[in-house]
């Protein structure tokens, strides 16, 4: 474990802990969602306004910024925090996954994967030496090991080599990780949907010692069943003193279920992609604000949000922007998603620190219900 | 004139004025620029974040908020300040350029003009009352009367013609104005590059007796030296005590030039437009962030600029931001080039003020010369 890189459980709640994680640039209260900021920004959202959400932390894509503007040039401006105006934490991903979902023609064998980009087609190598390299230049307080995410579906075969490969990164990821004070490198479970693997991967992990585990490879088309019965195995499996996080989870329902069976950390790009194509998040559901019913409608889009789109404007309003694509409907309903999903995590900390996390979930069920029968 | 909408003026040097306008959202200090807010937002920025630059007032399109959402409503939904949630002064221009610009099928005649909405090609018709009844029903601190801009180029015949229709629409435009404390109406100048037709127009809108006079039908193509000649032919034939304002201007330049010959107030989308087309205004000239040669300057753009753009982020950052066509570039251009023309005009009212209008507008071509030659 790197220096003062520490995770403190302040509470638990059942499988629920409430924590805080210390890094190099801040501390990170936990369960903490991380807005995604793929190119060296939250889109429409100044950082300033991104922190007011109540986020701590955001991720940075290495793929994305290995390729433009490059991570040596990145470097040379003084690192991530500095070129984009983020004085807060940052955790970057691998490379691995966006490598798989983005670029073309990838050849993958033991050193790592061979690709072209996605933007002009040059040829590039991510390796777990690399990849850990440009996190490095990129001065992430997080840093991911470099995984293959696996593919769903996939056979129980297709899943075990995925894995064991996955763990050959993972090892070269940690050795290939420069120890700072402050800053942390977390490995990633694999092994796709079967439980067996899933416990493999995690003791192969825990051998290397993490500063944190993620568990990767769900919320990739499995369903939320799975995805909750996947974790039921497997983060028992993980040191109870490490943070735990789920790459690329998601949906409201999805977090808190995760939160009830251990997990601290989250990102996902719905409620900033949700932002730029007029859906909002609610206390009670999801808001399509093109819909013509909301062309009149004087009311908030959510009474009880303190964001500026919900203390100044209206309904109408918003719909209006929607229906012209103007650049304001996606700041104001990205900002108005990055709160919601910060006073969730709010919401869900302080319901872990007193003890009534089962009321809070009882009454986020609730209101969606009431939502769903209202629509 | 209508109640308590009022101009005072406060200093004079030479021909240009520094003066205050009051309305009833608010008073404006001139000489003054209007950020144009075409659908009910000025693109890419928050309303507060439009006041931080400077600007007191904004200018809202009469064609495109009658298209959608509707003139009706917007009254419906508490007017248009409320609506975009703008509590400062608005000006509303009356629709008549925008119909010859944008929209297709246009057929003038005496009453007004018929055409198809360029968004779904529903037919709508504009007289003058009908653009004083939506201007009214937007809440238009400043409602413009109806006119036709005259083409350019235009023979003396065409223009004369042209006048005098835009006369005849003028004193129908002023019958149909209701008078209300606070709220005014602005008669518009035509005849083209004619001296003597824009003679003739200022005399007629005289004897209507209008709270504003606005020059129309230029920065249409004819150039600054024309433009200027114009000017130098047709304010003094305006009322001393009344504002005056150039719509559609302009570039810098082109503002220093007409405050020097005595206008007071300026629309333009350039600061906007530029915005988002990686264009920035500095003290040193118009810089392309698009251009190579930012990709690696950690300078800002303009070390005695106060904007956010200036303030935490480096031309390198702003460079990748255009290259990645992020919203945030957007954002952070538009914030600066307003911020550039708000202390553009903060300091042309200091200079009128103080009696040192000669060395700003000395010390303004100086830097500016010196960018050009720095390029």
Known sequence: ????????????????????LSTAHGAIDTPAFMPVGTAGTVKAMLPESVSSTGAQI?????????????AERIAALGGLHDFMNWKAPILTDSGGFQVMSLASLRKIDEAGVTFRSHLDGSEHVLTPERSIAIQDML???????????????????????????????AARSRQAFRQRPGYGIFGIVQGGT?????????AALRANGFDGYAIG??????????MFH??????????????????GVGKPADIIGAVMRGVDMFDCVLPTRSGRTAQAFTRHGTINLRNARHAEDKAPLDVECACPACASYSRAYLHHLCRCGEILASMLLTWHNLRYYGDLMRG????????????????????QARGRAAA
Not at 231 to 245: C, F, N
């Open 217 to 226: 490879g769900l919320a990739v088309g499995e369903g939320q069943e799975t």
């Open 58 to 70: 955001i991720l940075g894509n290495t793929y994305h910024l290995m390729l433009r503007p490059g």
């Open 348 to 367: 869900l900390r302080a319901a872990i620190g007193s003890g009534t996390l089962g009321d809070f979930v009882a009454q986020f069920d609730d209101a």
């Open 1 to 20: 474990m790197s220096g003062d890189f520490t995770f403190e459980i302040l509470a638990q709640a059942g499988a629920a802990r409430r924590g805080v």
């Open 230 to 247: 996947i974790l039921d195995e497997t983060v028992p499996a993980l040191p109870a003193d490490r943070p735990r996080y789920l790459m």
């Open 139 to 169: 001065d992430a307080d997080i840093t991911m090991a470099f995984d293959e995410c696996t593919p769903f579906p996939a056979t129980a075969e297709q899943a075990l080599h995925s894995m064991e490969l996955s763990m050959r990164w």
């Open 194 to 202: 079967y439980p067996e693997l899933r416990q493999i991967s995690a």
